[in-house]
């Protein structure tokens, strides 16, 4: 039970209070990202389901099998998540167990399945009835789940060339799906598709619905998703997942109960990493293990932004085209993310005086405004860099080029 939870103390209350019967119908798991929250709740669902009552991993009823490779059509997974980097990896120790014939085979087998399905199962045909996107998106999850299929148990994986190229046209996918589809905050049209699914009655077991960044869903998600925790329906499960717990409404925090993911020691991070994605040779964070997996190195990003700020601050026009070229068009978006955190970073250099903490205040609103533009509200990425242009320049004219003398110093 919970094996695959790696240092992670939390999961000694879970299952005390799942073998004790005091496990509620909903909670709340919080905790900073990459401290295994989602593997958690997609445990505790496996767990609750399972026909031999005995929660183990190896267990091979057929509820167990369904939610290992999370194929079950009792769980439910909203809300936002970028999934692509953990996809990328999972990919990699994936081909690596199957060309060298490792004894992980199977673990690593069912970790790029997941990896998959994680973004997969965000686009539930029950969570996007009556959306506009439905039949394109149901046409993409089909094509997904027709590859997905040939690597999936308890098939025998093809030749390796082949599925090394199956392992291609899946990632491609999944990027586009995240890339397009993805919304970045839960409509309100999913909880109520949500809440009529959870109200059918299960022909076996416990239906769960997982909420991921459930700090992030504006007022009338949150309104209705409350309705719902007041009186869930028996066989339904819900958990919720945050980083950010003091950021969910006091009225949903009333009706859970709180499970506390704490921060892993550097030691346990590295121990994640080799357990779970088999590398030895990585010495740092679980987040800076998948960051290494951009298709624009980390560097560079920064590298683009810092060059971006100089030419802007010093009487050029940056070249959005070109800039947009170099990194590979910003994709998947955590790209643009990290551009635009170093542009940001600029804000140190600019608290030194009034007019220098006004300036500051405004480039970082300004920052925020073009992330949510292309991040909420589909903006080009073009656009929102050309419209960042103009607005760091007003700042930097409006305070007597204070920008120009930061860098310059």
Request: proline share 4%; net charge neutral.
């Amino acid at each position: 039970m919970f094996e695959n939870l790696v240092s992670q103390k939390a999961s000694q209350y879970i299952i005390s209070d799942i073998k004790n019967g005091t496990f509620p119908r909903a909670v709340l798991f919080s905790g900073n990202s990459c401290s295994g929250k989602l593997t958690a709740a997609l445990e505790v669902s496996r767990v609750l389901s399972c026909q031999k009552k005995t929660g183990e991993w190896n267990c091979q009823c057929p509820s167990c099998l369904r939610q290992k490779s999370l194929t079950s059509t009792n769980v439910l997974l909203l809300g936002p998540r970028d999934c692509f980097l953990e996809i990328q990896a999972a990919r990699e120790t994936f081909l690596n167990a199957y060309k060298n014939n490792s004894s992980y085979i199977v673990a690593a087998r069912y970790l790029y399945l997941r990896s998959i399905r994680k973004l997969t199962l965000r686009f539930s045909s029950i969570l996007y009835q009556g959306d506009k996107n439905l039949s394109k998106i149901g046409a993409q999850i089909q094509e997904l789940n027709e590859y997905l299929e040939q690597l999936d148990f308890p098939h025998a994986l093809p030749p390796y060339e082949d599925t090394e190229k199956l392992c291609e046209k899946i990632n491609e996918n999944a990027l586009k799906l995240e890339s397009d589809y993805f919304y970045k905050s839960i409509p309100i049209s999913q909880i109520r598709n949500m809440e009529e699914w959870a109200y059918i009655k299960s022909e076996e077991g416990k239906k769960t619905i997982i909420i991921e960044n459930a700090d992030s869903m504006p007022t009338g998600v949150r309104n209705a998703l409350l309705k719902i925790l007041e009186e869930p329906p028996a066989d339904c499960l819900f958990i919720l997942l945050t980083t950010r717990r003091n950021a969910v409404m006091p009225t949903i925090l009333s009706r859970v109960r709180t499970y506390t993911f704490s921060d892993r020691t550097l030691d346990k991070q590295i121990e994640v990493i080799q357990r779970v994605f088999h590398k030895d040779n990585f010495n740092s964070t679980i987040s800076d293990f998948l960051l290494s997996y951009l298709p624009v190195p980390i560097n560079e990003l920064k590298k683009q932004a810092d060059d971006f700020m100089y030419e802007l601050t010093h009487g050029s026009i940056p070249n959005t085209a070109e800039l947009i070229k170099k990194c590979d068009k910003f994709v998947p978006k955590i790209e643009l993310k990290i551009f635009l955190s170093e542009i940001a970073m600029c804000k140190s250099r600019l608290l030194h005086s009034p007019e220098g903490c006004l300036a500051s205040s405004e480039l970082i609103k300004t920052v925020q405004e073009s992330w949510e533009n292309v991040n909420l509200y589909n903006q080009p990425v073009q656009s929102a860099l050309e419209n960042l242009i103009r607005e760091i320049s007003r700042i930097n004219q409006t305070y007597d080029k204070i920008i120009t003398k930061a860098l310059s110093s």
